[in-house]
């Protein structure tokens, strides 16, 4: 931990340490129901809960005929998001429902529920108080229709295996091995089996899972992207663990209270690496529409579909250009290489191609399409056809001639008519319609740079994007202080509506590399076997600039945009040049992403013009076999970077504040508590509970913390 994160979080030590003891002695009781503090301002203090009928923890409840349950608060309370916030552990076929009665909330069950299992509903942040919403987090009501119940836990991590960052309200679902089918060569168990206990993360990625058995346990998680609590392949992210884990035998863990995001968070035992698995899904037509009136497309519910002819009724084959719009062709473009006045509104044919049937068997099958497009005036063009209007029938009032303004020429670009060029930014050029036409030939750039007065022709080249092709790029070698002119005459272009362009002019100058700074990576222990892809990206994550197929050396990033940054770098190990996903069925773990840190923990780097900025990079250490002690300080790292950012900006704002003569004393005097008070959100930056009596240390018994791969 930084000195500075230290001070940082000795301000909020002393105000939260009685509030932290509150939460761990509810939590420990294994039956918590609010975990949430007390105090504070009156109107951000949440519904509190005074009765509860049955008692929480309530055992030997009637599988079929569950009691009614009432929770009573001290306030007024409603009810939101109740079917994105509430679950139950394990899923019930019915959700509970429930509805407000006086000062609290009538829950009932409308399952038959399961012998000698314990029970948790889960309301998330549905219950909020009627007057300022503000709401109840985490609360829980747990039972069980067995003599006891169960009260084991285990935290984990749930992170986007390319980005390396959280991914938040995951579903975490805990299979008992010994009750499932074991894999060995492919697994099915997401797909065959329903979960035991289940538990869902935080917006920090951190999940607490509560109530388990001193059993093992098969464990995923999936990003539950529709909110349905099911796992849907090529649309939810998925990670699988490669072993089983029993909580009895797991090590100890910390929890505490994040009173900023107010929810409690933990150090992660288990690490996921979600990804996005496209195994499982269907080949089958899984919608056809007509954007435009010479463009349709084709959605395919898995990646290269075997297609055997498409037919249309009006079109001649040798007019429909197929277009692949995806890596996987899972999505389609049809261009109708024809005049507009010989498309009608609604084009039908067929599609014959191998679909999966009902038992999963691909055979072959006919589709229908029918495929209606139909010119739909904007309210802009109604306004401008209703002034034409007015203005002819004023001319023919008065005896004058009337000429028709031209209408704009519907020949649709996109192309870069002015701007900075250098090296690794080039001219792009993009259509709305896919071109029949390109005569490169017409093209002239030219080039006047120094004392010049006569420009000269420079040469360039066209590529053409990999996967796009209605994108283009002209290349050309620029040179710094040069000012670049380019003319692309009339009808160069021609798409297939038969349209063609008017003249396009650009004027360009070559970036000054003074503007820009240089980041030089030097490369130690790269692993032999692997070739590397290093991203540069931006403070958000978004990739800027890429190298391939790196391995041990110097490597430059040049016209480096100055302000934050971050480096990626992904183990290759097939050395194709991209980031391989993982694969569930399969049991194959994605290739690993991770994001450089400095010798001090921080992942995030500034540039400044003209200047070099350096990296030393140790492929082995970067790489360096998981544990969940480098989660947990990587966690810790990211919530230092945090507070200091958040301290800087609070300073900043007292500064401007004192500047404008405002008061804010009574605000300031509580940012010890309000604004500082994190307590680690992000899995470790914050006062730990187990700094009060040892009471925090959850789990415990024997077993290492290391991840198996």
Request: aromatic share 10%.
């Amino acid at each position: 931990m930084t000195k500075r994160g230290q001070r940082l979080r000795g301000v909020v030590s002393t105000a939260m340490s009685m509030l932290l003891l509150i939460f761990i002695t509810a939590f420990m009781t294994k039956c918590a129901s609010t975990m949430t503090p007390t105090g504070g301002p009156k109107d951000t203090i949440p519904p509190v809960i005074i009765v509860m009928e049955p008692d929480n923890c309530t055992t030997m409840v009637d599988t079929l005929h569950p009691p009614k349950i009432y929770i009573e608060f001290d306030e007024y309370v409603q009810i939101k998001d109740q079917q994105k916030e509430l679950y139950t552990s394990p899923a019930m076929k019915k959700q509970p429902s429930v509805v407000r009665r006086g000062r609290g909330i009538v829950v009932t069950i409308k399952d038959t529920l399961r012998p000698n299992t314990t029970y948790a509903i889960n309301f998330g942040s549905s219950i909020q108080d009627n007057n300022e919403s503000n709401p109840l987090h985490s609360m829980r009501y747990v039972f069980s229709t067995g003599p006891e119940i169960d009260s084991l836990y285990m935290s984990g991590y749930t992170a986007d295996s390319y980005k390396a960052d959280s991914v938040s309200k995951s579903f975490i679902y805990f299979f008992i091995a010994d009750s499932i089918e074991q894999p060995t060569d492919w697994d099915s168990t997401m797909f065959k089996y329903k979960p035991h206990v289940i538990a869902r993360a935080e917006k920090n990625g951190i999940f607490i899972a509560q109530n388990l058995k001193p059993v093992d346990y098969r464990i995923y998680a999936f990003e539950d992207t529709n909110g349905n609590m099911e796992y849907e392949p090529s649309v939810d992210q998925i990670g699988f663990l490669d072993s089983t884990y029993n909580p009895a035998r797991m090590p100890g863990f910390s929890i505490w209270y994040d009173s900023l995001r107010h929810y409690p968070s933990a150090d992660p035992q288990l690490y996921f690496r979600m990804f996005m698995d496209r195994r499982f899904t269907r080949h089958t037509l899984t919608g056809h529409e007509r954007p435009a009136s010479h463009k349709a497309m084709l959605y395919f519910g898995s990646p290269n579909p075997e297609i055997v002819k498409i037919e249309f009724d009006s079109i001649p084959s040798e007019s429909v250009i197929y277009d692949p719009q995806s890596v996987g062709r899972d999505t389609v473009a049809l261009w109708f290489n024809l005049p507009a006045e010989m498309l009608p509104d609604t084009i039908k044919g067929s599609i014959t191609y191998f679909k999966h049937d009902s038992i999963n068997e691909l055979v072959e099958s006919t589709d229908k399409l029918r495929l209606a497009w139909k010119r739909v005036e904007t309210k802009e063009e109604q306004k401008e056809r209703e002034r034409l209007e007015k203005e002819r029938e004023k001319a023919e009032k008065n005896g004058e001639e009337w000429v028709e303004p031209e209408k704009e020429n519907p020949f649709k670009y996109n192309i870069t008519t002015s701007g900075e060029l250098n090296k690794d930014k080039h001219i792009d050029m993009e259509f709305d319609y896919l071109l029949t036409q390109f005569d490169t030939t017409r093209i002239t750039l030219t080039m006047t740079s120094g004392n010049a007065t006569e420009p000269q022709n420079v040469a360039y080249r066209i590529i053409p994007d990999t996967l796009n092709r209605r994108k283009f790029q002209l290349r050309a070698d620029w040179q710094t202080g040069g000012k670049y002119e380019l003319i692309i005459p009339a009808q160069t272009f021609r798409n297939v509506a038969q349209e063609m362009n008017d003249t396009i002019k650009g004027s360009y100058t070559a970036s000054d590399p003074a503007k820009y700074a240089t980041v030089k990576v030097r490369i130690t222990g790269a692993d032999p076997s692997s070739k590397y892809i290093m991203q540069l990206t931006n403070g958000q994550g978004k990739t800027q600039k890429e190298i391939r197929n790196v391995t041990s050396g110097e490597y430059m990033f040049e016209y480096v945009s100055p302000g934050d940054g971050m480096l990626r770098v992904i183990d290759d190990k097939n050395g194709n040049g991209k980031w391989d996903s993982g694969d569930m069925v399969a049991m194959r773990q994605p290739e690993r992403s991770e994001i450089y840190k400095n010798s001090e923990g921080n992942e995030l780097f500034t540039t400044k013009a003209n200047w070099e900025f350096e990296l030393d990079v140790d492929m082995s250490q970067l790489f360096a076999p998981i544990t969940m002690q480098t989660i947990i300080d990587m966690l810790n790292d990211r919530e230092d970077a945090r507070l200091v950012k958040l301290a800087e900006e609070m300073a900043k704002r007292r500064q401007e504040e004192a500047k404008s003569g405002h008061n804010h004393g009574q605000q300031n005097s509580g940012m010890g508590f309000g604004g500082l008070g994190s307590m680690g959100g992000m899995g470790g930056g914050g006062l730990r509970s187990n700094t009060n009596s040892g009471m925090g240390t959850m789990g415990g018994g024997m077993g290492g913390n290391t991840l198996r791969r």
